[in-house]
C-alpha cells in the first residue's frame, strides 16, 4: 500500500515551454501533496505544500508563478513548470500524506527528471 | 547555518567495514528525526527512524542526542550494497515538514 506514481519519469523540452508533472496516490487519499526539487549533489529542497482543495503553499524562493500547482483531487496533484529555462533542470519529486497517518510520514513518488535545453 | 548538516562526503569504505555518520539539526522544536536512504536518481526510502532511546534495525544502529541536537547512524559489516547517499531528516512541527540534509554518499568496494 501507499503507493505514489509520478508521470513522467523523464522529460526533455526546449527552453520556454511549458511542463506538466503529474503525481498521483495510487491506494489511498491524499489529504496533502509536497513538491521537491533536487539539484545534483544537493538535497531535497520543498518547493511548496498544497492540501486538496487550496491554494499551495510556497517555500521562501520558490516562483508561484513560474510553478503552478494544482491539488484538485485527493489522488492528483500536478506541478507546471512555465516558460522552463535551463536552470529549471533538475529532480522533481512529489510526496504524499494522508490524513490517517502520522504527520511526519511521507510516501515518495518515484521522480521526474526534467533536461531543458 | 542549515537548518540539516551532515558530515561531508563521500565515504570509500571497504566491504566488512564499521562506517558512522554524523548530522546535527538547528531546530530544537523539532519532533520526529530519521535516516533515508536514495540511490543515484531515484527517490528517497525511509531507512529508518531514530528514537531518543537509540535504535537498531540488523546491522543498522541509530541515535538520538536532543540536548545536543545531534543524531547519528552506525552501519556494520557493510555490503556493497549499502552504497547509496544517506540523508538525516528532521520533522518540523510548525510547518509539517520534513527538511532534508545534503546527503552523505557512502561507497563500499570490494
Known amino acids: 500500500g501507499a503507493v505514489v506514481s509520478q508521470h513522467p519519469s523523464w522529460v526533455i523540452c526546449k527552453s520556454g515551454t511549458s511542463v506538466k508533472i503529474e503525481c498521483r496516490s495510487l491506494?489511498?487519499?491524499?489529504?496533502?501533496m509536497f513538491w521537491y526539487r533536487q539539484f545534483p549533489k544537493q538535497s531535497l529542497m520543498l518547493m511548496a505544500t498544497?492540501?486538496?482543495?487550496?491554494?499551495?503553499?510556497?517555500e521562501q524562493g520558490v516562483e508561484k508563478d513560474k510553478f503552478l500547482i494544482n491539488h484538485a483531487s485527493l489522488t492528483l496533484s500536478t506541478l507546471t513548470v512555465t516558460s522552463a529555462h535551463p536552470e529549471d533542470s533538475s529532480f522533481y519529486i512529489c510526496?504524499?500524506?494522508?490524513?490517517?497517518?502520522?504527520?511526519?510520514?511521507?510516501?515518495f513518488g518515484p521522480g521526474t527528471r526534467l533536461t531543458v535545453l | 547555518r542549515k537548518e540539516v548538516e551532515q558530515d561531508p562526503g563521500p565515504f570509500n569504505v571497504p566491504e566488512g567495514a564499521t562506517v558512522a555518520f554524523n548530522c546535527t539539526y538547528s531546530?530544537?522544536?523539532?519532533?520526529?528525526f530519521f535516516w533515508y536512504r536514495q540511490d543515484c536518481r531515484k527517490e528517497p526510502k525511509l531507512l529508518m527512524s531514530?528514537?531518543?532511546s537509540g535504535n537498531e534495525d540488523g546491522r543498522f544502529t541509530a541515535q538520538l542526542n536532543r540536548a545536543s541536537q545531534y543524531i547519528s547512524l552506525l552501519i556494520r559489516d557493510s555490503k556493497l550494497s549499502d552504497s547509496a547517499t544517506y540523508l538525516c531528516?528532521?520533522?518540523?512541527?510548525?510547518?509539517?515538514?520534513?527538511?532534508f540534509g545534503q546527503g552523505t554518499e557512502l561507497s563500499v568496494k570490494p
Open positions: 498544497s492540501n486538496e482543495g487550496s491554494k499551495a503553499t510556497y
Open positions: 531528516v528532521v520533522f518540523e512541527p510548525e510547518g509539517g515538514k520534513l527538511i
Open positions: 510526496s504524499a500524506r494522508t490524513r490517517r497517518t502520522d504527520t511526519d510520514t511521507q510516501y
Open positions: 531514530v528514537y531518543s
Open positions: 531546530n530544537s522544536a523539532s519532533q520526529s
Open positions: 491506494d489511498f487519499q491524499a489529504t496533502t
